[in-house]
Nanobody, 123 residues
Framework: QVQLVESGGGLVQAGGSLRLSCAAS????????VGWFRQAPGKEREFVAA????????NYADSVKGRFTISRDNAKNTMYLEMNSLKPEDTAVYYC????????????????WGQGTQVTVSS
């Protein structure tokens, strides 16, 4: 069983920055794409960003392109999401996810979820 544990959420003013981390319990984390999703109150969970198993390829939702950066350190079984120029509409619970296979772009691609970390951006 894979366990994913997020950290780094919190309260920040608009225009500020936060860095989320996701630590995995098993080495097989490094074999798959991993990424971030988020869910705002009253809304569906949505894709934010993903990174390939070797870190060579990334994908971002249009709403975060140019502001968020995803990365991973396979030696540490850890993934990161650097969030800059935060906006109030970025407020959500952010979830770490590991893919079922070679793709991670939607909810159906996810094999494992973290418990989520709250990000709140004040205006």
């Amino acid at each position: 069983q894979v366990q994913l544990v997020e950290s780094g959420g919190g309260l920040v003013q608009a225009g500020g920055s936060l860095r989320l981390s996701c630590a995995a319990s098993v080495r097989t984390f490094t074999w798959y794409p991993v990424g971030w999703f988020r869910q705002a109150p009253g809304k569906e969970r949505e894709f934010v960003a993903a990174i390939s198993s070797n870190g060579g390829s990334t994908n971002y939702a249009d709403s975060v392109k140019g502001r968020f950066t995803i990365s991973r350190d396979n030696a540490k079984n850890t993934m990161y999401l650097e969030m800059n120029s935060l906006k109030p509409e970025d407020t959500a619970v952010y979830y770490c996810a590991r893919a079922r296979s070679s793709r991670l772009l939607s909810l159906v691609d996810v094999a494992y979820w973290g418990q989520g970390t709250q990000v709140t951006v004040s205006s």
